[in-house]
């Protein structure tokens, strides 16, 4: 069974154009006009990833993607014409994967869809009965075979992208990776002017994971080279 997409946008033609160009790659599609219509959706059906716009009657992109995240990890890629770094941080802190300047590049928008459905998938099921591999690091325990990362022996709700930065992190230990090669490790794609992308995510995880974020005990940045989760004694 293929994977289903869900694309929103108040413009019917651009929605109608996306489909297009994701049933030729195989997936199935369904279509919102509107933030509400949109939750409406995903409550009543089995939805994969989402492909969302910013600017929309009843419920904005925003709004949306926020009310989302209260239930659900799927990949949600933000569509907007703004272009602004400023936007495209908003986009990404209110919990979106990714960020998408209008107008578009078909195969661009290809390209990152199969990404991040790929990430979303490889995570496995969560449930599944295997208590090996796990990394044990203080507090935090990442469970590889689950894709599970647990805090003070309590599991921790992370999107698909926020599981792949933790997992790569937590298995070197003190190791400094810089912005670029998270992100090409991450999103499998090559990092150009991936600072803002790479800071957003982190600075969620930090919400997530810390007892206080602004002063982080276990992921911390080195300034001027990239991001670490810090080695603590056994």
């Not at 059906?45 to 949306?64: C, E, F, N, R, T």
């Not at 770094?85 to 986009?91: C, F, P, R, S």
């Not at 590889?144 to 230990?173: F, H, Q």
């Not at 600072?195 to 994971?209: A, Q």
């Amino acid at each position: 069974m293929s994977e289903c997409i869900l694309v929103v946008d108040d413009d019917r033609e651009i929605v109608r154009a996306i489909a297009i160009l994701l049933e030729k790659e195989g997936y199935q599609v369904l279509k919102a006009y509107d933030g509400m219509q949109a939750l409406e959706l995903i409550a009543e059906q089995k939805v994969h990833l989402v492909i969302m716009d910013v600017m929309m009657p009843k419920l904005d992109g925003l709004s949306a993607v926020l009310k989302i995240r209260e239930r659900k990890n799927i990949p949600i890629i933000v569509l907007s014409a703004k272009s602004e770094d400023t936007d495209k941080v908003l986009g990404l802190s209110m919990g979106a994967d990714d960020y998408v300047a209008k107008p578009y590049n078909p195969q661009e928008l290809a390209a990152r869809v199969k990404s991040h459905l790929r990430r979303y998938t490889s995570l496995g099921d969560i449930h599944k009965a295997d208590d090996d591999g796990c990394i044990t690091n203080g507090r935090l325990e990442f469970h590889t075979n689950e894709r599970v990362l647990y805090v003070d022996k309590e599991p921790v709700r992370l999107t698909a992208t926020e599981t792949k930065i933790m997992e790569l992190l937590m298995k070197y230990p003190g190791r400094v990776f810089p912005a670029e090669e998270i992100y090409e490790r991450v999103w499998n794609e090559q990092g150009y002017a991936c600072e803002n992308t790479v800071m957003v995510h982190i600075r969620r995880i930090r919400e997530k994971i810390e007892l206080n974020p602004k002063e982080p005990e276990y992921l911390k940045v080195v300034w001027g080279i990239g991001y670490k989760i810090e080695k603590m004694e056994k």
